[in-house]
């Protein structure tokens, strides 16, 4: 029978003489099946390693079992050190040249460093649970972003399965080329997936033989050397430190990152562990720190032992390289091997802590055993696993793995740096991480993500996009005590202190809306009128005022406060609430306005109602004139409950012209009619004279105003003819929907009387009618 070597490339497999032997692939297989089914015989050290490392520390058989280097530390390294490393180093380096792979393996060491030291940062706050960087992203960011993230990334991990068991059966027919991969690969999977189901305990106990072989495997490719007419020195100055080639800087880093994602298989185990807090720190950043000299090195020693040329055309280099090729296999294998039970024990978890938060039906987070085996989630991953084989080779689901796993490595950096910038009190790690660096390596992976591919990008954005929002409409606003509030009250705080260090300009003023309305259930339409003055240009607060004893209605007080909210936000979503005790409604009121904001930013306007029968008619008149006095323009409804709004078809502005109130009146119109529900509202300026000759200066004077203030409105001046202004203003807006019309404030508490008298005589009639009083810093002509 003819040796095997006689059906393979003998220059491929062999090092030296020494061809592949049918008793080198009975040792392969040996070391492969004691892999996999060596639990038994490492049981004792699998049971020293599973325990944390205090002393006198027992094993435990519930969920927390596994310490750092079980838990963590092994998932990691041995999902870094997988398919990649073998199989496409070599080429990456063959394609682009040996100084920019070095780039490509710093920059992904800097970009997975900064995520475990974010990582670390927030371990170190708060213990962090099943689902691992999904845990971490929904506690920090809110649900939505959690689950805009920890979707795609369960697909990231399951697809990682696929890459994994794919790089397996590509070493594989380098043996038997003739086999068909995509059942192999699916028999893998398979066996797999039933180790898994099994429990986490053997997969995790095949991980110590597997990175054995790993490691002998190392020792066998770093002491080998393909070149032994040239010493090492010759071969250094033979370098090929730059290729010009068809592959992209860009296209190379696609296809070497997934190399470096494995540092979220031991985060994704944080349910199964003893601390995760003590655990996941130092577990994740060992990991990286031997996979960075790992990495750096591969390419370096591949560099010398062979030109550009081979590398790029030769997937199986670092065979050639190696001294003994068995451990190279079996290095290969247990590596991919181990790197595929690392993404279908993490994932799965991942859809539990999903599933658990009700963002995925809850079938998914069903657990079975005493340890809460997620089986239900490994046959989901299975099933994705398995349509991913179909989809290719390593280079196209390699990109697609570094889409997904780019995404969560920058929102966990943003979730930390946002952490440590929002300052909250409760954020204290006891691993310290400046914000820079963690909103720098957020940065960084979104700006990599672009570079790589920039369609891919907007399509994962959009993707996550479609996640967040159909997860904000089902009402899935879950707090977790995460950091939103906390973000929120800092960028709010940031905007405020740049507010102040801003001066006022009368074309930056914007409606900041108070409405003291009394009973809302009385007045809504005081709500339903300030918000389409402010739509979404200011701030509305609608202030309902408990008259009586502070002490005595502060148990009703907390019941209705939060009630009126609820309300309020139920009908009007951009409206705040607040319910007040005050002794006296009209000396309160004016504390509420005077005091009502914070900083710069305080209402500028106060919208109330017109009484038709006033307790306290001097009260009144006070209020009014002292919020004049606090520089608060005044807005007062008189509602016509019989014509309400009318059809919304036509304002009429009634303009007298001296009291200084006819640039805000032009810029009510304009915002009511800038409401959708106003929009086809014809304006009409309206004001009185007494002599033809007044009335052509005055339809010229207003016509010059609304062609500065920009403000489509017709002029209408009316000629007196002897009747009184209440009888013109009845007549002439009988039509209409809506008037705005200027306040004139009574001189002194002694014209309260006349004042309320005079006013009823001109509203009496009227459609619904705003009385306006403007301001004294209030610029007319700037503002519109």
């Known amino acids: 029978m003819p040796a095997l070597s006689d059906h393979l490339n003998v220059e491929l497999f062999r090092i030296s003489a020494t061809p592949i032997t049918p008793l080198t692939l009975l040792t392969l297989a040996f070391v492969l099946v004691l892999g996999i089914f060596a639990g038994p015989l490492v049981r004792g050290l699998a049971a020293r ?45 063959g394609q682009v040249g040996l100084a920019p792979m070095l780039i490509i393996v710093v920059i992904s060491h800097l970009i997975t460093f900064s995520t475990g030291l974010s990582v670390a940062s927030i371990a170190t706050n708060r213990t962090v649970g099943v689902g691992g ?55 893998v999977l398979l ?24 490691g002998l495997s190392l020792v066998s490719f770093f002491g080998g050397w393909a070149r032994p007419e040239m010493s090492l020195v010759d071969a250094a100055r033979h370098i090929d430190w ?96 181990s790197s595929a039970v690392g993404s279908i024990l993490t994932a799965p978890r991942t859809l539990q802590a999903l599933a658990g938060d009700g963002l995925v039906p809850r079938i998914f987070g069903r657990g079975y055993g005493p340890n809460n085996e997620p089986r239900v989630g490994v ?31 920058g929102l966990i950096n943003l979730a930390c740096g946002l952490e440590r910038w929002a300052a909250s009190p409760s954020f204290r790690p006891e691993f310290q991480v400046p914000a820079l660096v963690s909103v720098g390596g957020g940065i960084a992976c979104i700006y990599v993500m672009g570079i790589i591919n920039t369609p891919a990008m907007i399509a994962a954005a959009l993707f996550c996009g479609f996640i967040y929002v159909v997860t904000q409409r089902r009402a899935l606003n879950t707090t977790y005590g995460d950091a939103r509030h906390g973000i929120w009250s800092a960028i709010v705080r940031s905007a405020l202190q740049r507010l102040r260090a801003t001066e006022f300009h009368p074309l930056n003023w914007r409606p900041n809306l108070l409405i003291l309305g009394g009973d809302y259930e009385k007045r809504p339409w005081l709500l339903q009128l300030g918000s389409i003055v402010v739509q979404d240009r200011g701030i509305v607060t609608f202030i309902e005022l408990m008259t009586g004893d502070i002490e005595a209605l502060a148990p009703s007080w907390r019941k209705e406060r939060r009630a009126l909210d609820e309300r ?78 009318g059809r919304k078809r036509r304002i009429d502005v009634w303009w007298g012209g001296l009291q200084g109130n006819g640039g805000l009146m032009l810029l009510m119109a304009y915002l009511i009619t800038a409401h959708h529900e106003w929009s086809t509202a014809s304006v009409r300026i309206r004001t009185i004279v007494e002599n033809e000759d007044q009335r052509r200066v005055a339809i010229g004077n207003i016509a010059q105003v609304l062609k500065g203030a920009r403000v489509p409105a017709e002029p209408v001046v009316l000629l007196r003819e002897g009747r009184t202004i209440p009888e013109i203003m009845h007549a ?16 002194d508490d002694g014209d309260a009387l006349a004042f309320y008298e005079r006013m009823n005589l001109l509203l009496d009639d009227m459609p619904t009618t705003i009385l306006v009083h403007s301001a004294r810093n209030f610029e007319s002509e700037p503002v519109l």
Not at 62 to 90: D, E, H, K, Q
Not at 248 to 256: G, Q, Y
Not at 732 to 747: N, T, V
């Open 379 to 409: 046959v989901m991953t299975y099933a994705l696993a398995q349509a991913g084989i179909l989809m290719g080779g390593l280079d196209v689901i390699g990109p697609v793995l570094t889409m997904f796993f780019l995404a969560t490595y």
């Open 191 to 214: 066996t797999l997936a039933l180790i898994s189901l099994k429990s986490a305990d053997l997969a995790l106990k095949v991980q110590f033989v597997v990175m054995a072989a790993i």
């Open 732 to 747: 002439e807006s009988e039509g209409a929907d809506l008037a705005i019309a200027g306040l004139r404030m009574p001189r």
């Open 133 to 187: 960087a999904y845990y971490i992203i929904s506690r920090s960011l809110g649900a939505p972003a959690g689950a805009a993230i920890g979707i795609p990334l369960f697909f990231g991990q399951a697809l990682s399965v696929t890459f994994y068991i794919v790089g397996f059966t590509e070493s594989l027919t380098r043996l038997f080329p003739h086999i068909p991969q995509q059942t192999v690969s699916s028999l």
């Open 49 to 93: 390693a599973l325990v944390s490392e205090q002393p006198g520390a027992v094993a435990s058989r519930g969920p927390g079992r596994f310490g750092t280097f079980a838990g963590v530390f092994t998932p990691s390294i041995l999902t870094i050190l997988g398919v990649v490393m073998y199989l496409r180093v070599g080429r990456v380096t």
């Open 568 to 645: 309020i936000h139920d009908q009007f979503p951009n409206v705040f609430a607040r319910l007040e005790v005050v002794t006296d409604k009209y000396r309160g009121a004016v504390s509420i306005v005077q005091a009502y904001g914070i900083g710069h930013l305080e209402a500028n306007t106060v919208m109330l109602g017109w009484p038709n029968k006033p307790d306290n008619l001097v009260d009144y008149v006070k209020m009014l004139r002292d919020m004049a006095a606090l520089d608060r323009s005044l807005l007062i409804v008189n509602y016509n409950s019989r014509r309400k709004l």
């Open 242 to 337: 730059f290729v010009e080639g068809e592959t992209s800087f860009a296209e190379a880093f696609a296809v070497f990152f997934p190399a470096v994602t494995g540092i979220m298989a031991g985060v994704g185990m944080s349910g199964d562990l003893k601390d995760p807090r003590r655990a996941i720190p130092k577990g994740t950043l060992l990991a990286i720190a031997v996979g960075f000299v790992i990495y750096l090195s591969f390419p370096i020693w591949l560099a010398l032992n062979a030109p550009a040329s081979e590398l790029a055309r030769d997937n199986t280099i670092v065979w050639r390289v190696s001294r003994f090729h068995a451990l190279i296999y079996a290095g290969v294998w247990g590596a991919t091997l």
